[in-house]
């Protein structure tokens, strides 16, 4: 990176890493969608100031150690391209602060806006006890879900050991300690012993083969086991379905997103009534699917 000697405030620093950012041909998409607001969030960051930060501040001179500071986090961002989410150890969710390391996904999915809106119009929340956090990674979609659904015991279960310490985290920090259960579970596979379920939702593993190969360098420092889900995708996700039914009480109900693998979901279960869900901010390939629409399992031993 060019030398920032000559630069005084936090507007310049900003200005000077949403620069070098574009420069060195970042990719973003993990918090922020472009180098202006990752430059903002890195340097806000190394001063430990909010993100919300007044107006008024953006021209406050840098004392000469803080200098160093943020551009030593700059530095980093460009040279390591880790995504700014694993430089801060920190990533929102539905507005709240979630505890990320490379141990696990940086929390992104569209499903936050349906949490946040009570899953509303798809379900009651009155009706949801038991709800399942299935490949919980942080724990974000269902520690998020436990704060619009109050009286729910939540279950956060993934294969990752080193996920689960990020969910446990997560679920201190938030003070739901009480009312969570945090899992070791491949699939359901680790679920016996576990309630039946009236909501199961999911950000499982689903990139195919061939978008892996294609991944830039900020997702490859995302941690393969929560994204590479076989040739095309759906690894996971059939496993999923094919178990799900006897995991959910009657008139419960999945969620699961599955990305840019939902045209090959629909092609290799043609009878399945998937009702997609849209967001009015963005994001596709997110399916709903009741208990009664789930497949029956064949009996065992056929």
Same mark, same amino acid.
């Given at each position: ?15 000077y890493g ?15 969608? $472009? ?19 007044p ?11 803080? @200098?160093r500071?943020?551009e ?21 969710f ?12 940086v929390?992104?999915?569209?499903i ?20 399942l956090?299935?490949?919980?990674g942080s ?9 619009v ?13 080193g996920?689960l310490a990020?969910?446990r ?33 999911? $950000? ?31 690894e996971?996700? @059939? @496993?999923?379905?094919e ?5 959910l $009480? ?9 990305? $840019? ?23 596709q ?5 009741t ?12």
């Open positions: 990176m060019d030398s920032a000697t000559d630069l005084l405030t936090i507007r310049d620093f900003i200005r949403a620069s070098q950012f574009r420069a060195a041909g970042l990719t973003y998409g993990h918090g922020t969608d $472009n180098a202006l607001d990752e430059a903002a969030w890195l340097v806000l960051h190394a001063l430990a100031l909010p993100l919300d930060l107006d008024s501040w953006w021209g406050s001179r840098l004392t000469p150690a803080e @200098r500071r943020v030593a986090v700059l530095r980093e961002r460009v040279i390591t391209r880790k995504p700014a989410a694993y430089i801060t150890r920190e990533a929102w539905m507005g709240l602060p979630f505890y990320v390391d490379e141990r696990v996904l929390p992104r999915s569209p936050a806006e349906l949490v946040e809106a009570g899953f509303s119009p798809w379900l009651d929340p009155d009706a949801i006890r038991q709800v956090d299935l490949c919980t724990g974000c979609i269902g520690l998020a879900a436990g704060t659904l109050p009286e729910a015991e939540v279950w956060l279960s993934d294969v990752s050991p996920a990020v969910a985290e997560n679920t201190r920090r938030l003070g739901m300690v009480e009312r969570t259960r945090v899992v070791l579970s491949d699939v359901f596979d680790g679920l016996a012993d576990a309630p039946g379920f009236d909501l199961i939702v999911s $950000n499982p593993p689903y990139v195919d083969a061939p978008e892996m190969a294609g991944l830039s360098p900020e997702y490859r420092h995302e941690p393969s086991l929560g994204l590479a889900a076989g040739e095309d995708g759906l996971v996700v @059939r @496993r999923i379905l178990g799900a039914r006897a995991r $009480n009657p008139g419960g109900t999945l969620i699961v997103e599955v990305g $840019n693998s939902q045209p090959a979901l629909e092609a290799l279960f043609p009878g399945l009534p998937f009702t997609w869900l849209e967001f009015a901010g963005g994001g390939g997110v399916f709903l699917l208990r009664e629409q789930l497949p029956v399992p064949a009996p065992s031993g056929r």
